[in-house]
């Protein structure tokens, strides 16, 4: 596999993947804040959190990267579209079976069960992540459409 492409675009990738999303926040489009959710599982700090979240959405960022990556070399190509494909796919499985498992890996989010509590204070964000908004998934699938076009775009097959 290509390291250094792997390394340069998912970095690429997951910058323009987390600006969509705050863009969507920005203007009132979804309530997630993605770098905030993953901060507030090691921090009950909610300005360290942002800080540190980001530092686990760019990890992230290039663990699926490489995913992506090995799904291009196993296919011998790496196209826009494919990249867009798994970026799909890999957006589903973020609202369909990541977000409802969220609340059960958080420490400071509520669950659909159980409500709020002095620690557990997030809400939690439920199937396609709608307790966030009903244009969440739309945006979710939009920045995961965009992420997965630059790597099929951009990565060079070894």
Do not use: C
């Amino acid at each position: 596999m290509n390291g250094r492409g792997i390394t340069l675009w998912g970095f690429v990738g997951t910058v323009i993947l987390t600006t969509l999303m705050a863009g969507s926040q920005a203007l009132g489009l979804t309530r997630m804040n993605i770098p905030f959710m993953l901060g507030t599982m090691v921090t009950p700090d909610r300005d360290r959190a942002k800080l540190l979240g980001f530092g686990m959405h760019l990890a992230n960022g290039w663990l699926f990267a490489a995913l992506y990556a090995a799904a291009f070399q196993s296919w011998r190509r790496a196209t826009w579209w494919l990249g867009a494909l798994i970026g799909l796919v890999h957006a589903l499985f973020v609202l369909v079976a990541a977000m409802p498992l969220l609340p059960g890996m958080h420490p400071r989010m509520a669950s659909e069960q159980r409500g709020p509590t002095p620690t557990r204070q997030l809400e939690p964000p439920g199937v396609l992540a709608l307790n966030y908004g009903k244009r969440t998934p739309v945006s979710v699938v939009l920045a995961h459409l965009v992420y997965g076009a630059i790597l099929g775009t951009f990565y060079r097959l070894r």
